[in-house]
């Protein structure tokens, strides 16, 4: 059985930095894509970032780019977000995300492509 540990949230200040983690376990297929998303209160989940296994493929959220960073430490079976220069609209719940993917072109930021999901962490930025 998969399962995602999300972990690294916390509250902080505009313009300073986070690291959430995401500790995967229980995970058979060689070939996979996982994502952080997030939700707001009263609003959708939305993709952040994903990432496709063999790390050749990355993907982020038009309003994250140049700011959040996506990596996997294939080592500790461990998803990262580097998060910097953070706005208080990235306030959410975020949520780390897999399923199996045949190929890097499959990789997407769509909360439907994905089917295995953590509990969350979240993160409150305040101005």
């Known amino acids: 059985q998969v399962q995602l540990v999300e972990s690294g949230g916390g509250s902080v200040q505009a313009g300073e930095s986070l690291r959430l983690s995401c500790e995967e376990s229980g995970y058979k297929y060689s070939t996979y894509c996982m994502g952080w998303f997030r939700q707001a209160p009263g609003k959708e989940r939305e993709g952040v970032a994903a990432?496709?296994?063999?790390?050749?493929?990355?993907m982020y959220a038009d309003s994250v780019k140049g700011r959040f960073i996506i990596s996997r430490d294939n080592a500790k079976n461990t998803l990262y977000l580097q998060m910097n220069s953070l706005k208080p609209e990235d306030t959410a719940m975020y949520y780390c995300?897999?399923?199996?993917?045949?190929?890097?072109?499959?990789?997407?930021?769509?909360?439907?492509?994905?089917?295995?999901w953590g509990q969350g962490t979240q993160v409150t930025v305040s101005t």
């Open positions: 995300a897999a399923s199996f993917c045949r190929g890097s072109w499959a990789l997407s930021l769509s909360t439907n492509e994905y089917n295995y």
């Open positions: 990432f496709y296994s063999s790390g050749d493929r990355t």
